[in-house]
């Protein structure tokens, strides 16, 4: 075996050369994969359902996609996502905890200058109300105005305050609600249209309107006053309702009674006059024997009840002085 | 070997001339060049790829959309010296970039010169007006008072001045004079004066708005103090009322009762005396068919009503009774 001592390390070598060539070209196939996997990536994006893509090319703006997956140029295309479909809600005057902006909101010093507001005559109310709006041109949202959200804000608080400066606090909390919302609605949107925002105001809407804190009490005590009011005259109605009726029929037995009364006496007039008059025909016809008997019959009638009788003659006038008159008894 | 260093040097010295004179302008941004600090051409608004001279010019970025400009919460005085909080806001944009760069070369500073221009402006503007100009917008009549509204003619006082200040003459606060300026026209000069001072600026302002007006917190606690009286004056208003139509409905109930009674009883008379009189007639007509007859009778008749058993009869033998008897003797 004519073997070189140094054969086997140079065959080593040469094959450790070997696994070195085959390991820097898979080192170089990893780099190249990667690198257009990340160019793969890059010029990849997807566009929610919800969204609208602004391209720009260069910093120019080439157009818009829908949703779906769409490629651009890596490094060169520039997509700005804007969510065109999502109801959008600003809320003043409060931060609701919720999603759904149901639930009780959430209060504090900066919240409560958003909502204090002051009215026509000079007085303080204090306003809640939301916003809400949907972004209809993404170009105009993206390309018009920086910051639209904050811009936005700062139009409704405008907006709302110009309103409410024209009403009484009184009417915030009565019957003035709708109408203010509908003109802080309609002026919003006119202040909306003349920005070129590119949202669209759906629709401002009155949450809770009330005087401030320190005043409820003395507003709750109007209300309780109000009831006190009503209250008492009703009791009044009331009593008038339970006497008034009585009174009008006591009237009506009264006239009753009068008209009865009325028609007794006159029947009972002329039974007695029909009476004479018969007894007058008969009279007249031997008036003297008539009289006599007439006179002796009543006093038959009346002498018998007098349990004392005294009989006197003319002549014996001394007797009267002598009778003891309180005696009979 | 050597050759390929100088090649591969030579080709970045390319790449990062081109990378440097190649640059790109956003739709949002306008774009200033300046060489060696100093601006040079007219500024770049069109979106997309521009060229420039590498290495020496330099690319200022600007902002192109609108912007907001939301100024401190101040406190100022209006006419009648009413310290109140004024937040304004205001939409402007760079108009002039080269103006814009040599005056104020950025943003943050921008913002604060418009801060104090139209700071200084609205204290100038506010201080000639009353509050109701600032609150009010136009001179929607407002309905009188809620004391006034239901009110059994208590006449209407006028609200205290809000701010418990002397009111000057002519204005007395009631919050219903009329309104001469009115926050829009009001916001309306301001801005015409703050629009004279800023083109120099290389800015355009347009649109400033009030977003708020309130108290401050020492007049706020007077206010709300005002409106606590104002409400228990509503709610002794109410009270008081209510006593006052209740007793009016008793006075109205007795006067009905009184009414009804003596109605029943005027009515009845008549129908009795009416009875009574025509009874009378009837009688009167029989009797008058011999008086001599009913004198009879009716004194007959009375003796045996008026005679009982207590009674003493001393008769007479001269009496009539008896007198037959001494005929007969």
């Known amino acids: 075996m004519s073997s070189d001592p140094f054969d086997e390390t140079r065959r080593q070598v040469s094959k450790i050369r070997r696994m070195a060539r085959t390991r820097k070209r898979a080192y170089a196939g990893g780099a190249a994969f990667v690198m257009l996997a990340g160019l793969g990536f890059a010029s990849y994006y997807q566009v929610e359902a919800e969204e609208v893509a602004v391209v720009l090319r260069f910093g120019k703006h080439i157009g818009n996609q829908g949703s779906g997956p769409h490629f651009r140029i890596p490094f060169v295309d520039e997509v700005i996502k804007v969510p065109v479909q999502r109801q959008m809600r600003a809320e003043f005057g409060f931060r609701s905890r919720s999603a759904d902006g149901e639930a009780e909101g959430l209060r504090d010093e900066r919240t409560a200058s958003e909502a204090n507001m002051l009215t026509a005559r000079r007085n303080v109310a204090t306003v809640e109300w939301i916003v809400q709006y949907i972004i209809d041109s993404p170009e105009k949202y993206v390309f018009n105005f920086r910051n639209v959200e904050g811009t936005l804000r700062l139009m409704a608080e405008a907006t709302m305050r110009g309103v409410v400066g024209d009403y009484t606090i009184d009417e915030l909390i009565t019957e003035g609600r709708v109408e203010i919302e509908q003109k802080a609605q309609e002026a919003l949107r006119e202040l909306n249209r003349a920005y070129e925002t590119g949202v669209r105001i759906q629709y401002v809407k009155l949450k809770r309107v009330d005087v401030p804190d320190p005043v409820k009490p003395a507003l709750a005590e109007v209300e309780e006053a109000k009831q006190e009011r009503a209250r008492v005259i009703n009791h009044a109605r009331e009593e008038r309702n339970r006497v008034i009726p009585q009174a009008m029929g006591r009237k009506a037995q009264a006239i009753a009674a009068a008209r009865g009364y009325a028609t007794a006496r006159i029947n009972n007039a002329e039974g007695d006059a029909g009476r004479f008059e018969a007894l007058y025909r008969e009279y007249v016809k031997a008036k003297d024997i008539t009289r006599t008997r007439l006179y002796f019959e009543a006093m038959s009638e009346i002498l018998p009840k007098a349990q004392r009788k005294i009989l006197m003659d003319p002549e014996m006038k001394a007797l009267v002085p002598l009778l003891n008159l309180n005696g009979g008894k | 070997m050597v050759r390929n260093v100088l090649l591969i040097a030579l080709g970045s010295l390319v790449m990062l001339a081109a990378l440097s004179s190649a640059y790109t302008v956003d739709e949002r941004e306008q774009v200033l060049i300046t060489q060696f600090g100093r601006p040079v051409g007219e500024p770049v608004r069109a979106a997309g790829l521009h060229f420039k001279v590498p290495f020496v010019q330099k690319v200022n970025r600007l902002e192109k959309r609108w912007l907001e400009w939301d100024g ?212 009167a007509r029989a009797h008058a068919l011999d008086p001599e007859l009913y004198r009879l009778l009716k004194s007959l008749e009375s003796y045996e009503s008026t005679l009982d058993k207590d009674t003493w009869v001393m008769l007479s033998t001269d009496s009539d009774f008896f007198r037959a008897l001494k005929q007969l003797r």
Do not use: C
């Open chain 2, 72 to 283: 401190d919460v101040d406190e100022m005085r209006t006419a009648e010296k009413t310290p109140i909080l004024v937040d304004t806001y205001a939409r402007w944009r760079i108009v002039d970039p080269l103006k814009f760069f040599l005056r104020l070369r950025d943003e943050e500073r921008a913002q604060s010169r418009l801060d104090d221009i139209i700071e200084s402006e609205t204290r100038n503007a506010l201080a000639s007006v009353p509050l109701a100009e600032i609150v009010r917008a136009t001179n929607r009549a407002l309905p009188p008072p809620e004391s006034a509204v239901e009110g059994v003619g208590v006449p209407r006082e006028p609200t205290e001045s809000a701010a418990g200040g002397e009111a000057p003459r002519g204005h007395p606060a009631t919050g219903d004079e009329r309104v001469r300026v009115g926050r829009d026209e009001l916001t309306r000069r301001i801005l015409e004066r703050v629009s004279r001072t800023v083109p120099d600026l290389g800015i355009e302002v347009v649109d400033l708005r009030f977003q708020r007006v309130n108290y401050t917190a020492q007049v706020e606690r007077r206010v709300f103090d005002r409106m606590i009286s104002e409400r228990k004056r509503i709610a002794a208003l109410y009270r008081s009322e209510g006593q006052g139509e209740a007793a009016r409905i008793q006075g109205e109930m007795t006067e009905e009762l009184k009414t009804i009674e003596s109605e029943a009883y005027e009515l009845v008379q008549q129908l009795e005396g009416a009875a009574d009189a025509k009874a009378t007639r009837i009688y």
